[in-house]
């Protein structure tokens, strides 16, 4: 293995190539790791240069997730959503988060799937819990909530206990949609 | 840039996808059509057909259900495959059938409580999901650990570790025809549930962690319990070589099934003893050691193979050392308390606060809503520990409330699962479940 390199040098290296579409964000409190934030337009180039630049080489992605800001009141965070990547490198013993901002109203990633195939139900499971969709991932049905259903449970607004399986699953209802009519027996939640 | 590494097994850009198959089930596909934009880029489910018109036994294939209610998926887990004869042609999974919303329930719990359904998820090993936990949010306070905390969540894992291992590989017995490994195994495992019984008062869900420590200390005859039982696994694990290397018929049915070169093992994600027996040595007790595991002397073991084979072996030998590190461990525990004296962070003792105003704040100040555990706000950590899958990593997000703003697990089952499909294509259907054996996906920790 070669030597680990911190987050900050990781950080400098890539400012060094990207220069202003990268701004770094570092995390209250002692010894926290450095995250960095590069808008979804230079995503892929900033992606593939982690893992192929020599010295770097990432060649592990660890994970994909994303985060709802919604109730986060913080200035500096713009946009609703973050996808949130944690990078490894098997050769260097190093790692890195990357994180990317989504609006709300156009909530897609450009996916990382043709770099690592570990992204392929990564990026399924965050499009699952937060309708964020990863252009490119040849993937993109639901992985833990049933196909037909409409929400994403782990967006902010939606409620702890869900809507109740009628507002859920409307289609099973011998009565059609809610609205008031009775619906199946033992429906609702 | 660089020119674009393409992954293994994914399909080279632009070239024709086959066209998807259509489920047979109208009531499932007209609930999909009402809301196309979040399917995806997938207009239809890929399940394969089960239609009487091209579904024949003259020679085509035909669509056989693996799960979720089946001996061999150990869990809920469902394997669609096509077959043609014996031979399975494509598979298909589906996953979510135990999906509980732990990540949810997070944001709604406040840091300790969450330790309880962190048991949930790993429950064949519950002890290293706590330990996980305990540790990523000690990673976000800044909390230390007393010593002797460290050395006892190093034995309980270890020992957590040990269970789930052999159980299994006593599974993956069962599932090619050795069948009694899989009751030696079992036996062996409820001693470790003993010991964990005499520690944490639970066999399964141990929730023994608390942030900054242990809930309460080891009892006397703890020392003795460890070293009997570090003797009686060793000579388990003979029992358990013996019974299967070098068998035949063992061999026949694991060797070269489910074959993962390292290259691939790397790129798509896989971790623990699955990546190693596909020849790296990526441990992160040695990568990033915590709790103290610089301090023991232990070895990463690798394997060639890559196969079902090179997986038993390698947790087998991944035993031998989980066992070396308990006996260096024991002989070194050191007196002392197991839970942090930072009375912000840990619970005083219960004779305290009926006796002293000061404790009874500090109580106070950690229970009661809107206080608790407060870290600082915006302040978030990626932190994985070796569970007995593979990294098991805790991602957490703090907004400065008494929970947690967002609690991201990655579950090293959920990587192993995915590419099952690769693995099993080209295979016969028991060869399938022998991959599946080694491949150790607990449904538990997949569906979350």
């Not at chain 1, 994303?66 to 973050?82: G, K, M, N, T």
């Not at chain 1, 013993?93 to 690592?116: C, M, Y």
């Not at chain 2, 962690?209 to 003979?238: C, H, Q, W, Y």
Request: aromatic residues 10%; glycine residues 8%.
């Amino acid at each position: 293995m070669g030597t680990p390199l911190t987050p900050e040098q990781i950080t400098e290296r890539l400012s060094k190539q990207f220069g202003d579409e990268l701004s770094v964000h570092l995390p209250p409190g002692k010894s926290a790791a450095q995250v960095a934030i590069v808008s979804r337009e230079s995503l892929e180039d900033t992606l593939s240069f982690l893992q192929s630049e020599a010295g770097l080489e990432f060649d592990f992605l660890v994970d994909v997730t994303a985060v709802d800001y919604l109730h986060f009141d913080e200035p500096s965070i713009q946009e609703r959503f973050a996808a949130v990547y944690q990078l490894y490198s098997t050769i260097h013993n190093h790692r890195f988060t990357l994180k990317t901002p989504v609006p709300e109203d156009d909530a897609w990633v450009p996916s990382a799937v043709e770099l690592w195939g570990s992204a392929l139900w990564a990026e399924r499971e965050t499009h699952d819990m937060y309708g964020i969709r990863f252009k490119g991932n040849p993937d993109m049905r639901r992985l833990l909530m049933p196909e037909d259903f409409p929400g994403f449970p782990l967006r902010k607004d939606y409620p702890l206990r869900g809507r109740g399986e009628r507002d859920a699953f409307p289609q099973y209802l011998d009565s059609g949609p809610i609205s008031g009519g009775a619906g199946k027996e033992g429906g609702g939640g | 840039m660089s020119e674009k590494r393409k992954a293994p097994g994914m399909p080279a850009e632009g070239a024709e996808q086959s066209p998807p198959e259509t489920l047979g089930l109208e009531l499932l596909r007209k609930g999909l059509a009402a809301d196309p934009e979040y399917r995806g880029e997938h207009p239809e489910p890929r399940f394969f057909i089960t239609d009487e018109a091209e579904d024949d036994f003259g020679g085509k294939t035909m669509t056989l259900n693996l799960g979720p209610q089946h001996p061999a998926t150990h869990g809920t887990l469902r394997v669609v495959l096509k077959v043609r004869g014996e031979k399975i042609v494509a598979a298909d999974t589906e996953i979510g059938f135990l999906h509980t919303g732990f990540e949810k329930l997070s944001e709604h719990m406040s840091y300790q409580q969450w330790v309880t359904v962190t048991d949930r998820m790993n429950y064949m090993s519950a002890m290293n999901n706590n330990v996980g936990y305990a540790i990523a949010c000690e990673e976000l306070l800044g909390v230390e650990v007393p010593r002797r905390a460290q050395v006892i969540r190093v034995i309980l894992s270890e020992f957590s570790r040990l269970a789930d291992h052999i159980v299994c590989n006593g599974l993956a017995g069962m599932d090619v025809g050795a069948f009694s490994l899989m009751f030696w195994a079992f036996e062996r495992r409820e001693k470790v549930y003993d010991l964990m019984e005499a520690v944490t008062g639970t066999r399964l869900t141990t929730s023994y962690t608390r942030i900054g420590g242990v809930f309460r200390d080891v009892p006397a005859d703890f020392d003795s319990m460890v070293k009997n039982l570090v003797t009686e696994f060793r000579r388990f694990l003979e029992e358990m070589r013996s019974m299967t290397l070098g068998n035949r018929i063992f061999e026949d049915r694991m060797r070269g099934v489910g074959i993962i070169s390292s290259a691939d093992a790397v790129n798509w994600g896989l971790t623990g003893p699955i990546l190693r027996a596909s020849g790296i040595a990526y441990d992160v007790r040695k990568a990033r050691p915590y709790s103290g595991y610089e301090r023991y002397d232990f070895e990463v073991p690798t394997q060639e193979g890559g196969d079902s084979y090179s997986r038993f072996v390698q947790r087998l030998e991944e035993c031998e050392q989980s066992l070396d590190i308990i006996s260096q461990a024991i002989e070194d525990l050191p007196e002392g308390p197991v839970l942090s004296e930072d009375k912000k962070i840990s619970l005083p003792e219960k004779d305290e606060v009926h006796q002293n105003i000061e404790s009874l704040i500090h109580h106070f100040k950690q229970i009661m809503f809107g206080h608790g555990i407060l870290p600082e706000r915006g302040r978030e950590v990626y932190s994985s520990t070796e569970s007995p899958n593979g990294e098991l990593g805790f991602y957490i997000v703090s907004d400065g409330e008494m929970n947690s703003y967002k609690t991201r697990v990655r579950p090293p089952s959920i990587f192993h699962f995915a590419v099952l499909p690769k693995l099993i294509e080209g295979l016969m259907i028991s060869d399938a479940v022998a991959v599946l054996a080694t491949l150790n996906v607990i449904a538990g920790e997949l569906d979350r």
